[in-house]
Protein backbone atom coordinates (compact mmCIF):
# COMPACT_ATOMS: atom_id res chain seq x y z
CA UNK A 1 0.00 0.00 0.00
CA UNK A 2 1.45 3.41 -1.15
CA UNK A 3 -1.27 5.40 1.19
CA UNK A 4 -2.18 7.87 -2.43
CA UNK A 5 -5.86 6.95 -2.47
CA UNK A 6 -6.29 7.59 1.52
CA UNK A 7 -3.93 10.77 2.03
CA UNK A 8 -5.92 11.86 -1.06
CA UNK A 9 -8.89 11.97 0.68
CA UNK A 10 -7.24 14.76 3.20
CA UNK A 11 -9.50 17.95 3.25
CA UNK A 12 -7.40 21.16 1.37
CA UNK A 13 -7.94 23.64 4.03
CA UNK A 14 -7.55 23.75 7.95
CA UNK A 15 -10.59 25.34 8.53
CA UNK A 16 -12.52 22.22 7.44
CA UNK A 17 -10.75 20.69 10.28
CA UNK A 18 -11.99 22.78 13.45
CA UNK A 19 -14.82 20.51 14.42
CA UNK A 20 -13.05 17.42 13.41
CA UNK A 21 -13.23 14.42 16.42
CA UNK A 22 -9.84 12.45 16.79
CA UNK A 23 -11.73 9.45 14.92
CA UNK A 24 -11.53 11.70 11.37
CA UNK A 25 -8.03 11.92 11.85
CA UNK A 26 -6.66 8.63 13.20
CA UNK A 27 -6.87 6.67 10.43
CA UNK A 28 -4.03 8.52 8.67
CA UNK A 29 -1.72 7.58 11.59
CA UNK A 30 -2.89 4.48 11.47
CA UNK A 31 -1.70 4.19 7.84
CA UNK A 32 1.53 5.50 8.51
CA UNK A 33 2.27 3.38 11.46
CA UNK A 34 1.83 0.43 9.12
CA UNK A 35 3.17 1.40 6.04
CA UNK A 36 6.18 -1.00 5.36
CA UNK A 37 9.20 0.81 4.71
CA UNK A 38 12.12 0.99 2.68
CA UNK A 39 14.64 3.45 1.36
CA UNK A 40 12.74 3.57 -2.24
CA UNK A 41 9.71 4.56 0.59
CA UNK A 42 11.17 6.49 2.76
CA UNK A 43 10.32 10.33 1.28
CA UNK A 44 6.93 9.74 0.49
CA UNK A 45 5.92 8.04 4.01
CA UNK A 46 8.06 11.92 4.82
CA UNK A 47 5.82 13.67 2.50
CA UNK A 48 2.58 12.11 3.84
CA UNK A 49 3.44 12.55 7.44
CA UNK A 50 3.95 16.29 6.67
CA UNK A 51 0.58 16.70 5.00
CA UNK A 52 -1.49 15.59 7.96
CA UNK A 53 1.06 16.88 10.85
CA UNK A 54 0.68 19.97 8.67
CA UNK A 55 -3.20 20.38 8.43
CA UNK A 56 -3.52 19.48 11.94
CA UNK A 57 -1.32 22.00 13.41
CA UNK A 58 -2.30 24.81 10.90
CA UNK A 59 -6.05 23.95 12.27
CA UNK A 60 -4.80 24.34 15.96
CA UNK A 61 -2.71 27.59 15.30
CA UNK A 62 -5.37 29.57 13.16
CA UNK A 63 -7.85 28.77 16.24
CA UNK A 64 -4.89 30.16 18.27
CA UNK A 65 -4.60 33.14 16.75
CA UNK A 66 -8.11 34.28 16.03
CA UNK A 67 -7.91 33.88 20.49
CA UNK A 68 -5.62 36.74 20.52
CA UNK A 69 -7.21 38.61 17.69
CA UNK A 70 -9.90 39.18 20.17
CA UNK A 71 -9.33 37.87 23.75
CA UNK A 72 -12.88 38.89 24.70
CA UNK A 73 -14.73 35.96 22.56
CA UNK A 74 -15.58 33.52 25.37
CA UNK A 75 -17.23 30.96 22.65
CA UNK A 76 -13.91 31.58 20.56
CA UNK A 77 -11.46 30.62 23.26
CA UNK A 78 -14.15 27.63 24.08
CA UNK A 79 -14.00 26.22 20.75
CA UNK A 80 -9.97 26.41 20.98
CA UNK A 81 -9.98 24.54 24.05
CA UNK A 82 -12.56 22.07 23.06
CA UNK A 83 -10.57 21.15 19.73
CA UNK A 84 -7.30 21.02 22.00
CA UNK A 85 -8.63 18.82 24.64
CA UNK A 86 -10.05 16.49 21.85
CA UNK A 87 -7.06 16.22 19.57
CA UNK A 88 -3.76 16.66 21.21
CA UNK A 89 -3.27 13.77 23.63
CA UNK A 90 -4.15 11.27 20.57
CA UNK A 91 -2.31 13.24 17.90
CA UNK A 92 1.24 13.63 20.58
CA UNK A 93 0.73 9.85 21.20
CA UNK A 94 0.60 9.06 16.95
CA UNK A 95 3.77 11.82 16.37
CA UNK A 96 5.54 9.96 18.93
CA UNK A 97 5.03 6.48 17.23
CA UNK A 98 6.25 7.85 14.24
CA UNK A 99 8.83 9.22 15.83
CA UNK A 100 10.21 6.44 17.12
CA UNK A 101 9.50 4.70 13.92
CA UNK A 102 11.77 7.27 12.00
CA UNK A 103 14.30 7.29 14.38
CA UNK A 104 14.76 3.40 14.58
CA UNK A 105 14.24 2.84 10.53
CA UNK A 106 18.10 4.67 10.44
CA UNK A 107 17.28 6.83 7.70
CA UNK A 108 19.20 10.04 8.01
CA UNK A 109 20.59 12.39 4.64
CA UNK A 110 22.79 15.12 5.72
CA UNK A 111 20.20 17.43 5.27
CA UNK A 112 18.34 15.72 8.29
CA UNK A 113 20.76 14.84 10.57
CA UNK A 114 20.05 18.46 12.53
CA UNK A 115 16.36 18.21 12.36
CA UNK A 116 16.85 14.28 13.28
CA UNK A 117 18.92 15.52 16.75
CA UNK A 118 15.88 17.58 17.47
CA UNK A 119 13.44 14.64 16.80
CA UNK A 120 15.29 12.76 19.01
CA UNK A 121 15.06 14.90 22.15
CA UNK A 122 11.64 15.25 21.12
CA UNK A 123 10.61 11.69 21.23
CA UNK A 124 13.02 10.96 24.56
CA UNK A 125 10.73 14.31 26.48
CA UNK A 126 7.36 12.48 25.82
CA UNK A 127 4.83 11.38 28.27
CA UNK A 128 1.92 10.64 28.08
CA UNK A 129 0.41 11.82 31.19
CA UNK A 130 2.25 15.40 30.58
CA UNK A 131 -0.40 16.00 27.46
CA UNK A 132 -3.54 17.24 29.13
CA UNK A 133 -0.68 19.15 31.63
CA UNK A 134 0.84 20.88 28.16
CA UNK A 135 -3.26 21.61 26.85
CA UNK A 136 -3.50 23.04 30.33
CA UNK A 137 -0.63 25.52 29.71
CA UNK A 138 -1.92 26.50 26.85
CA UNK A 139 -5.28 27.13 28.26
CA UNK A 140 -3.40 29.57 30.92
CA UNK A 141 -1.69 31.14 28.31
CA UNK A 142 -4.98 32.04 27.06
CA UNK A 143 -5.85 33.24 30.66
CA UNK A 144 -2.69 35.48 30.86
CA UNK A 145 -3.60 37.08 27.01
CA UNK A 146 -6.89 37.92 28.39
CA UNK A 147 -6.31 39.50 31.28
CA UNK A 148 -3.79 41.74 29.85
CA UNK A 149 -5.76 42.10 26.54
CA UNK A 150 -8.68 43.57 28.01
CA UNK A 151 -6.81 46.61 30.39
CA UNK A 152 -7.70 50.08 29.01
CA UNK A 153 -7.72 53.24 30.97
CA UNK A 154 -9.81 56.42 30.03
CA UNK A 155 -8.01 59.31 28.93
CA UNK A 156 -9.27 62.69 28.54
CA UNK A 157 -12.48 60.50 28.41
CA UNK A 158 -11.77 57.82 25.91
CA UNK A 159 -10.98 54.65 26.25
CA UNK A 160 -7.59 53.39 25.52
CA UNK A 161 -5.77 50.14 25.15
CA UNK A 162 -2.39 50.58 26.91
CA UNK A 163 -0.71 50.13 23.41
CA UNK A 164 -2.61 53.22 22.83
CA UNK A 165 -1.35 55.48 25.22
CA UNK A 166 2.13 54.98 24.31
CA UNK A 167 2.20 57.88 21.72
CA UNK A 168 1.74 60.37 24.83
CA UNK A 169 5.14 59.21 26.14
CA UNK A 170 6.56 60.78 23.43
CA UNK A 171 4.97 64.29 24.13
CA UNK A 172 7.35 67.25 25.07
CA UNK A 173 5.55 68.35 28.00
CA UNK A 174 6.73 66.30 30.58
CA UNK A 175 3.87 66.73 32.82
CA UNK A 176 1.38 64.65 29.63
CA UNK A 177 4.12 62.01 29.68
CA UNK A 178 3.69 61.74 33.89
CA UNK A 179 -0.08 61.43 33.79
CA UNK A 180 0.04 58.85 31.09
CA UNK A 181 2.50 56.68 32.90
CA UNK A 182 1.25 56.79 36.14
CA UNK A 183 -2.19 55.99 34.66
CA UNK A 184 -1.33 53.14 32.68
CA UNK A 185 1.12 51.95 35.53
CA UNK A 186 -2.14 52.32 37.81
CA UNK A 187 -3.94 50.17 35.56
CA UNK A 188 -1.71 47.48 35.26
CA UNK A 189 -1.33 46.93 39.30
CA UNK A 190 -4.90 46.25 39.21
CA UNK A 191 -3.98 42.66 37.87
CA UNK A 192 -1.63 42.30 40.59
CA UNK A 193 -3.37 39.88 42.14
CA UNK A 194 -4.52 37.89 39.50
CA UNK A 195 -1.88 37.56 37.49
CA UNK A 196 0.32 36.10 40.76
CA UNK A 197 -2.22 34.19 41.17
CA UNK A 198 -2.06 32.41 37.81
CA UNK A 199 1.43 32.67 38.30
CA UNK A 200 1.19 30.40 40.68
CA UNK A 201 -0.64 27.46 38.84
CA UNK A 202 2.16 28.19 35.92
CA UNK A 203 4.53 27.32 37.92
CA UNK A 204 3.37 24.24 39.88
CA UNK A 205 1.90 23.19 35.94
CA UNK A 206 5.83 23.59 34.57
CA UNK A 207 7.57 21.37 37.57
CA UNK A 208 4.86 18.51 37.83
CA UNK A 209 5.74 18.57 33.91
CA UNK A 210 9.45 18.07 34.44
CA UNK A 211 9.15 15.89 37.02
CA UNK A 212 7.18 13.34 34.97
CA UNK A 213 9.55 13.79 32.11
CA UNK A 214 12.09 12.54 34.67
CA UNK A 215 14.47 15.74 35.13
CA UNK A 216 15.34 16.86 38.51
CA UNK A 217 14.46 20.58 37.10
CA UNK A 218 12.44 22.44 34.64
CA UNK A 219 15.45 24.25 32.96
CA UNK A 220 16.85 21.15 31.93
CA UNK A 221 13.03 19.95 30.59
CA UNK A 222 13.21 23.07 28.44
CA UNK A 223 16.49 23.17 27.69
CA UNK A 224 16.02 20.05 25.71
CA UNK A 225 12.51 21.12 24.49
CA UNK A 226 13.96 24.21 22.93
CA UNK A 227 16.44 22.03 21.51
CA UNK A 228 19.88 23.89 22.75
CA UNK A 229 22.22 21.77 21.64
CA UNK A 230 24.80 24.37 21.12
CA UNK A 231 25.09 25.97 24.86
CA UNK A 232 24.78 25.45 27.98
CA UNK A 233 23.09 28.09 31.16
CA UNK A 234 26.60 28.57 32.07
CA UNK A 235 27.03 30.26 28.89
CA UNK A 236 24.08 32.22 29.36
CA UNK A 237 25.43 33.04 32.86
CA UNK A 238 28.48 34.66 31.22
CA UNK A 239 26.61 35.95 28.15
CA UNK A 240 24.47 37.89 31.27
CA UNK A 241 27.96 38.99 33.23
CA UNK A 242 29.78 40.17 29.14
CA UNK A 243 26.19 42.21 28.78
CA UNK A 244 26.57 43.49 32.42
CA UNK A 245 30.44 44.81 32.24
CA UNK A 246 30.19 45.93 28.33
CA UNK A 247 26.95 46.70 27.83
CA UNK A 248 25.68 48.43 30.81
CA UNK A 249 28.48 51.09 31.21
CA UNK A 250 27.22 52.19 27.22
CA UNK A 251 23.28 52.25 28.33
CA UNK A 252 24.59 54.63 31.35
CA UNK A 253 26.37 56.47 29.61
CA UNK A 254 23.27 56.96 26.92
CA UNK A 255 20.81 57.64 28.94
CA UNK A 256 23.33 60.42 31.34
CA UNK A 257 23.28 61.99 27.71
CA UNK A 258 19.50 62.16 27.58
CA UNK A 259 19.10 63.26 30.71
CA UNK A 260 21.70 66.07 30.26
CA UNK A 261 20.01 66.94 27.09
CA UNK A 262 16.81 67.12 28.45
CA UNK A 263 17.71 69.62 31.07
CA UNK A 264 15.97 67.40 34.06
CA UNK A 265 17.98 66.11 37.31
CA UNK A 266 16.94 62.95 37.29
CA UNK A 267 15.87 60.37 34.26
CA UNK A 268 12.50 59.22 34.88
CA UNK A 269 10.86 56.53 33.45
CA UNK A 270 8.72 58.50 31.41
CA UNK A 271 11.67 60.14 29.79
CA UNK A 272 13.00 57.22 28.08
CA UNK A 273 10.68 57.83 25.13
CA UNK A 274 10.50 61.20 24.42
CA UNK A 275 12.93 62.64 21.58
CA UNK A 276 15.70 64.38 23.83
CA UNK A 277 15.76 67.87 22.09
CA UNK A 278 11.98 67.48 22.55
CA UNK A 279 11.58 67.49 18.86
CA UNK A 280 7.77 66.62 18.24
CA UNK A 281 7.83 63.20 17.84
CA UNK A 282 8.26 61.14 15.43
CA UNK A 283 4.56 60.24 13.22
CA UNK A 284 5.96 58.19 10.34
CA UNK A 285 2.18 56.73 9.87
CA UNK A 286 -1.35 57.05 10.35
CA UNK A 287 -3.66 54.05 10.00
CA UNK A 288 -2.56 50.33 8.87
CA UNK A 289 -2.48 51.01 5.55
CA UNK A 290 -0.29 53.51 5.32
CA UNK A 291 2.06 51.54 7.50
CA UNK A 292 1.76 48.70 5.07
CA UNK A 293 2.46 50.93 1.77
CA UNK A 294 5.59 52.78 3.71
CA UNK A 295 7.19 49.39 4.69
CA UNK A 296 6.48 48.06 1.20
CA UNK A 297 8.53 50.77 -0.42
CA UNK A 298 11.30 49.94 2.14
CA UNK A 299 11.40 46.37 0.34
CA UNK A 300 10.51 47.61 -2.87
CA UNK A 301 13.94 49.20 -2.87
CA UNK A 302 16.11 47.34 -0.60
CA UNK A 303 15.32 43.76 -2.53
CA UNK A 304 12.80 43.41 -5.16
CA UNK A 305 12.33 39.91 -3.95
CA UNK A 306 11.61 41.10 -0.75
CA UNK A 307 9.17 43.15 -2.21
CA UNK A 308 7.43 40.96 -3.90
CA UNK A 309 6.94 38.63 -1.40
CA UNK A 310 5.26 41.63 1.19
CA UNK A 311 3.47 42.21 -1.70
CA UNK A 312 2.02 38.82 -1.36
CA UNK A 313 1.65 38.67 2.53
CA UNK A 314 -0.92 42.36 1.72
CA UNK A 315 -2.84 40.65 -0.88
CA UNK A 316 -2.90 37.48 1.00
CA UNK A 317 -4.69 38.96 4.30
CA UNK A 318 -1.44 38.04 6.43
CA UNK A 319 -1.00 41.58 8.34
CA UNK A 320 -3.10 42.41 11.64
CA UNK A 321 -1.31 45.44 12.52
CA UNK A 322 -3.11 48.23 14.37
CA UNK A 323 -3.75 48.15 18.32
CA UNK A 324 -7.58 47.86 19.39
CA UNK A 325 -9.56 46.62 22.50
CA UNK A 326 -9.39 43.15 22.96
CA UNK A 327 -6.18 42.27 20.92
CA UNK A 328 -3.64 40.55 23.18
CA UNK A 329 -0.54 42.31 23.83
CA UNK A 330 2.67 42.24 21.22
CA UNK A 331 3.51 40.87 18.04
CA UNK A 332 4.53 37.90 16.74
CA UNK A 333 4.48 35.97 13.00
CA UNK A 334 3.78 32.68 12.64
CA UNK A 335 3.46 30.35 9.30
CA UNK A 336 0.60 28.41 7.49
CA UNK A 337 1.77 25.86 5.48
CA UNK A 338 -1.28 24.27 4.08
CA UNK A 339 -2.09 27.86 2.85
CA UNK A 340 1.66 28.20 2.34
CA UNK A 341 1.63 31.92 3.69
CA UNK A 342 3.16 33.64 7.28
CA UNK A 343 0.63 35.93 9.27
CA UNK A 344 1.91 38.67 11.64
CA UNK A 345 -0.11 40.28 14.11
CA UNK A 346 1.31 42.99 15.93
CA UNK A 347 -0.21 46.18 17.79
CA UNK A 348 0.58 49.64 16.01
CA UNK A 349 -0.35 52.88 16.98
CA UNK A 350 1.25 55.39 14.93
CA UNK A 351 5.34 55.03 16.35
CA UNK A 352 8.35 54.58 14.83
CA UNK A 353 8.91 51.06 16.98
CA UNK A 354 5.92 49.92 15.09
CA UNK A 355 7.99 50.64 11.47
CA UNK A 356 10.59 48.46 13.27
CA UNK A 357 8.17 45.97 14.50
CA UNK A 358 6.80 45.40 11.12
CA UNK A 359 10.35 45.09 10.13
CA UNK A 360 11.38 42.14 12.35
CA UNK A 361 8.12 40.40 11.89
CA UNK A 362 8.65 40.80 8.04
CA UNK A 363 11.81 39.45 8.48
CA UNK A 364 10.47 36.06 10.21
CA UNK A 365 7.51 35.96 7.65
CA UNK A 366 10.96 36.25 5.24
CA UNK A 367 12.28 33.34 6.81
CA UNK A 368 9.21 31.17 7.31
CA UNK A 369 8.77 31.47 3.09
CA UNK A 370 12.22 30.16 2.23
CA UNK A 371 12.10 27.43 4.98
CA UNK A 372 8.99 25.86 3.50
CA UNK A 373 10.71 24.90 0.19
CA UNK A 374 12.15 22.20 2.22
CA UNK A 375 9.72 19.32 1.26
CA UNK A 376 9.30 18.07 5.30
CA UNK A 377 8.62 19.62 8.46
CA UNK A 378 11.29 18.29 10.33
CA UNK A 379 13.07 20.80 7.92
CA UNK A 380 11.42 24.01 9.15
CA UNK A 381 12.40 23.89 12.79
CA UNK A 382 14.72 26.44 12.65
CA UNK A 383 16.72 27.41 16.31
CA UNK A 384 14.90 30.49 17.55
CA UNK A 385 18.71 32.11 17.98
CA UNK A 386 18.90 32.06 14.46
CA UNK A 387 15.15 32.56 13.76
CA UNK A 388 15.56 36.12 15.77
CA UNK A 389 18.99 36.92 13.14
CA UNK A 390 16.35 36.65 11.24
CA UNK A 391 13.98 39.51 12.10
CA UNK A 392 16.37 41.46 13.80
CA UNK A 393 19.24 41.58 11.16
CA UNK A 394 16.04 42.71 9.12
CA UNK A 395 15.69 45.87 11.28
CA UNK A 396 19.06 46.95 10.83
CA UNK A 397 19.35 46.20 7.18
CA UNK A 398 16.76 48.01 6.54
CA UNK A 399 17.71 51.63 8.37
CA UNK A 400 19.08 52.82 5.02
CA UNK A 401 15.93 52.56 3.18
CA UNK A 402 14.11 54.54 5.91
CA UNK A 403 14.00 58.34 4.11
CA UNK A 404 11.17 58.71 1.77
CA UNK A 405 13.29 59.70 -0.77
CA UNK A 406 14.98 55.92 -0.70
CA UNK A 407 11.15 54.17 -0.90
CA UNK A 408 10.57 54.93 2.81
CA UNK A 409 8.79 57.99 5.82
CA UNK A 410 10.79 59.83 6.92
CA UNK A 411 12.61 63.42 5.34
CA UNK A 412 16.50 63.05 5.70
CA UNK A 413 16.49 64.51 9.19
CA UNK A 414 13.94 62.64 10.66
CA UNK A 415 15.33 59.57 9.44
CA UNK A 416 18.34 60.16 11.09
CA UNK A 417 16.52 60.65 14.02
CA UNK A 418 14.95 57.14 13.52
CA UNK A 419 18.04 55.61 13.25
CA UNK A 420 19.73 57.17 16.47
CA UNK A 421 16.72 55.83 18.22
CA UNK A 422 17.34 52.38 16.74
CA UNK A 423 20.86 52.26 17.37
CA UNK A 424 20.24 53.41 21.32
CA UNK A 425 17.17 50.41 21.48
CA UNK A 426 20.24 47.99 20.15
CA UNK A 427 22.31 48.86 23.58
CA UNK A 428 19.36 49.82 25.89
CA UNK A 429 17.52 46.13 25.14
CA UNK A 430 20.59 44.01 25.86
CA UNK A 431 20.50 44.72 29.65
CA UNK A 432 16.51 44.45 29.38
CA UNK A 433 17.02 40.48 27.84
CA UNK A 434 20.20 40.04 30.23
CA UNK A 435 17.67 40.92 33.10
CA UNK A 436 15.01 38.86 32.09
CA UNK A 437 17.06 35.86 31.27
CA UNK A 438 18.69 35.82 34.96
CA UNK A 439 14.93 36.21 36.57
CA UNK A 440 13.63 33.36 34.97
CA UNK A 441 17.39 30.91 36.13
CA UNK A 442 16.57 32.08 38.85
CA UNK A 443 13.20 30.93 39.27
CA UNK A 444 13.99 27.48 38.57
CA UNK A 445 16.51 27.62 40.21
CA UNK A 446 14.56 28.54 43.51
CA UNK A 447 11.18 26.81 42.59
CA UNK A 448 9.89 26.85 46.04
CA UNK A 449 10.48 30.17 46.78
CA UNK A 450 9.30 31.79 43.15
CA UNK A 451 6.14 30.83 44.03
CA UNK A 452 5.55 33.42 46.16
CA UNK A 453 5.12 36.57 44.20
CA UNK A 454 6.49 38.74 46.65
CA UNK A 455 9.68 36.84 46.44
CA UNK A 456 9.21 37.29 42.62
CA UNK A 457 9.21 40.92 43.25
CA UNK A 458 11.88 41.14 45.24
CA UNK A 459 14.36 39.15 43.01
CA UNK A 460 13.33 41.19 40.11
CA UNK A 461 14.09 44.26 42.07
CA UNK A 462 17.15 43.24 43.12
CA UNK A 463 17.90 42.16 39.44
CA UNK A 464 16.63 46.08 37.71
CA UNK A 465 18.94 47.41 39.80
CA UNK A 466 21.97 45.46 38.79
CA UNK A 467 21.14 45.77 34.59
CA UNK A 468 19.21 48.62 34.79
CA UNK A 469 21.15 51.49 36.26
CA UNK A 470 20.49 55.08 35.57
CA UNK A 471 16.67 55.39 35.88
CA UNK A 472 15.21 56.86 38.91
CA UNK A 473 12.79 54.69 39.80
CA UNK A 474 12.01 56.54 43.55
CA UNK A 475 8.35 56.35 44.73
CA UNK A 476 7.64 53.87 41.64
CA UNK A 477 9.02 51.00 43.48
CA UNK A 478 5.39 48.99 43.33
CA UNK A 479 5.76 49.49 39.58
CA UNK A 480 9.43 48.79 39.33
CA UNK A 481 8.83 45.54 41.40
CA UNK A 482 6.06 44.01 39.47
CA UNK A 483 7.76 44.13 35.84
CA UNK A 484 8.04 40.68 35.60
CA UNK A 485 4.40 40.35 35.94
CA UNK A 486 4.42 41.94 32.61
CA UNK A 487 7.00 40.14 30.15
CA UNK A 488 4.57 37.84 28.18
CA UNK A 489 7.38 35.27 27.80
CA UNK A 490 8.38 34.51 31.76
CA UNK A 491 4.59 33.53 31.39
CA UNK A 492 3.55 32.00 28.16
CA UNK A 493 6.94 30.97 26.51
CA UNK A 494 9.57 30.37 29.30
CA UNK A 495 13.12 30.42 28.61
CA UNK A 496 12.71 32.42 25.73
CA UNK A 497 14.79 35.54 26.14
CA UNK A 498 18.10 35.06 25.72
CA UNK A 499 17.94 34.29 22.31
CA UNK A 500 17.19 38.14 21.54
CA UNK A 501 20.57 38.71 23.16
CA UNK A 502 22.60 36.10 20.69
CA UNK A 503 20.67 36.93 17.57
CA UNK A 504 21.18 40.87 18.27
CA UNK A 505 24.94 40.20 18.34
CA UNK A 506 24.81 38.00 15.30
CA UNK A 507 22.66 41.07 13.32
CA UNK A 508 25.39 43.85 14.55
CA UNK A 509 27.68 41.77 12.68
CA UNK A 510 25.61 41.41 9.83
CA UNK A 511 25.06 45.31 9.92
CA UNK A 512 29.02 45.87 9.59
CA UNK A 513 29.34 43.66 6.76
CA UNK A 514 26.45 45.78 5.28
CA UNK A 515 28.30 48.85 5.95
CA UNK A 516 31.35 47.51 3.64
CA UNK A 517 29.42 45.25 0.98
CA UNK A 518 25.12 45.50 0.98
CA UNK A 519 24.39 43.85 -1.77
CA UNK A 520 26.65 40.83 -0.15
CA UNK A 521 25.58 41.27 3.17
CA UNK A 522 22.19 40.83 1.92
CA UNK A 523 22.88 37.90 0.54
CA UNK A 524 24.78 36.14 2.65
CA UNK A 525 21.41 36.75 4.96
CA UNK A 526 19.07 35.55 2.56
CA UNK A 527 21.38 32.15 1.75
CA UNK A 528 21.07 31.20 5.94
CA UNK A 529 17.70 32.10 5.60
CA UNK A 530 17.34 29.47 2.76
CA UNK A 531 19.28 26.62 4.83
CA UNK A 532 15.57 26.29 7.16
CA UNK A 533 16.39 24.04 9.91
CA UNK A 534 18.96 21.83 8.82
CA UNK A 535 22.07 23.12 10.02
CA UNK A 536 23.34 23.93 13.36
CA UNK A 537 23.45 27.34 14.57
CA UNK A 538 27.32 28.16 15.16
CA UNK A 539 26.50 27.27 10.63
CA UNK A 540 23.43 28.96 10.07
CA UNK A 541 25.56 32.39 11.47
CA UNK A 542 28.25 31.87 10.09
CA UNK A 543 26.14 31.22 6.57
CA UNK A 544 24.87 34.52 7.59
CA UNK A 545 28.38 36.43 7.76
CA UNK A 546 28.34 36.37 11.94
CA UNK A 547 29.84 34.01 14.58
CA UNK A 548 27.85 32.02 16.78
CA UNK A 549 29.14 33.52 20.68
CA UNK A 550 28.94 34.90 23.83
CA UNK A 551 32.35 36.07 24.46
CA UNK A 552 33.10 39.19 26.08
CA UNK A 553 35.58 40.42 22.68
CA UNK A 554 32.84 40.19 20.10
CA UNK A 555 30.26 41.62 22.07
CA UNK A 556 32.66 44.57 22.65
CA UNK A 557 33.34 44.84 18.65
CA UNK A 558 29.80 45.17 18.22
CA UNK A 559 29.17 47.70 21.14
CA UNK A 560 32.09 49.68 20.35
CA UNK A 561 30.57 50.11 16.76
CA UNK A 562 26.70 51.06 17.58
CA UNK A 563 28.50 54.01 19.99
CA UNK A 564 30.83 55.08 17.92
CA UNK A 565 27.86 55.22 15.20
CA UNK A 566 25.97 57.18 17.40
CA UNK A 567 29.07 59.77 18.40
CA UNK A 568 29.54 59.97 14.68
CA UNK A 569 26.19 61.55 14.61
CA UNK A 570 26.34 63.54 17.58
CA UNK A 571 23.77 61.67 19.84
CA UNK A 572 26.10 61.22 23.23
Not at 91 to 119: C, F, H, I, N, W
Not at 356 to 361: F, G, R, Y
Request: glycine fraction near 8%; aromatic fraction near 10%.
Amino acid sequence: MNGKPLFDSLPAKAEDLFDWKWGQVEPYYAELRQRPLDTGSMAGWMTDWTRVSSLVGEALEKLHVATTRDTSDAALEHRYHAFMEELLPPLEAAEQDLRKRLLESGYETADLRVPLKGLKADAELYREKNVPLLVEEQKLDSEYSRIIGTQSVLWKGDEKTLQQMQPLYQETDRDVRESAWRLVAERQLADREAIGELWGRFLDLRLQVSKNAGYPNYRDYRWQALHRFDYTPSDCRAFRDAIESEVVPAAETLHAARRKKLGVDSLRPWDLSVDPLLRPPLRPYSGGGALEAGVQSVFDTLDPELGSAFRQMRERGSLDLESRKGKAPGGYCTFFPVEGKPFIFMNGVGLHDDVQTLLHESGHAFHFMETARWPWSLQWNVGVEFAEVASMAMELLALPFLPAGKGGFYKAEDAERALSEHLESVITLWPYIALVDAFQHWVYDHPGEARSPEACDSEWESLWCRFMPGIDTSGLEDVVKTGWQRKLHIHQIPFYYIEYGMAQLGSVQIWKNSLQDRKGALAAYRRALSMGGTASLPDLYAAAGARFSFDRPALKEAVDLVVGTLRDRGTI
